[in-house]
């Protein structure tokens, strides 16, 4: 499976952008870049996902880079209801469906 | 609503006694995971099962054991043989669409927090 990496925690304002990167230098042509959150003490949910092309949803846009080595999950006004952990997931072709999950970011939002 | 619903939130055994999750989705997914999530850390996959009266391990499946016997129902026991049973235990489902389970979100439960004493 490949790995990502991501910073263990980062720091954002109120109402102001946040870029969260990770790292998939040995992604493969065929895998999916997923994200998901926690927030705590629940279960995580689905954010977003991409193959190539940068992706936009109500809740958050994914730049990926042209090497697909690299990713930004872009939050594009933070609040702080988005305080949690972020995971970005490399999901392959296999039947299994499976998510491995890193560490991930923690998000902190203050006012 | 259309959910997971996972029961109870938080449980308490004593160590060497069998305990069992519960985990119920009316989603109409096929596709039902166990994660274990321990302080700190990220989820890893115990089971999973794809259809009714199958299901297959995952990367930390010693001292669990699951059933499916009906498609909304995916109880997870742990087993006095888990060394460490304390966790926090997330049920997931999905659908299953052929060729494409990689490409399908996961739906998550809010998890059952098992304390052994």
């Known amino acids: 499976d490949a790995k990502t990496t991501q910073p263990n925690s980062m720091e954002s304002n109120e109402e102001e952008p946040v870029h969260l990167p990770c790292n998939h230098s040995?992604?493969?042509?065929?895998?999916?870049i997923h994200w998901y959150r926690q927030l705590p003490s629940q279960g995580p949910e689905y954010v977003i996902h991409g193959l190539t092309s940068n992706v936009n949803n109500r809740m958050a846009s994914l730049a990926i880079a042209e090497d697909r080595k690299s990713s930004t999950l872009i939050l594009h006004r933070a609040t702080l209801r988005d305080a949690a952990v972020y995971y970005c997931i490399l999901r392959d072709r296999s039947n299994t469906g499976k998510l491995i999950f890193g560490q991930g970011t923690t998000l902190q939002v203050k006012p | 609503d259309g959910g997971i619903t996972q029961s109870p939130k938080y449980l308490f055994r004593k160590e060497g006694q069998n305990v069992t999750l519960s985990c119920e989705q009316n989603?109409?997914?096929?596709?039902m995971y166990w994660y274990r999530q321990d302080p700190g850390q990220g989820l890893r996959l115990i089971y999973y099962s794809q259809i009714v009266n199958d299901f297959q391990k995952g990367d930390i499946a010693e001292g669990y054991s699951v059933s499916r016997e009906k498609k909304e129902s995916f109880p997870l026991t742990v087993t006095s043989a888990q060394k460490n049973p304390t966790a926090f235990y997330l049920c997931a489902s999905s659908i299953l669409t052929p060729g494409l389970v990689f490409y399908n979100e996961q739906f998550f439960g809010p998890g059952t927090r098992l304390t052994v004493l």
């Open positions: 989603l109409n997914h096929d596709a």
């Open positions: 040995t992604i493969s042509g065929t895998d999916y």
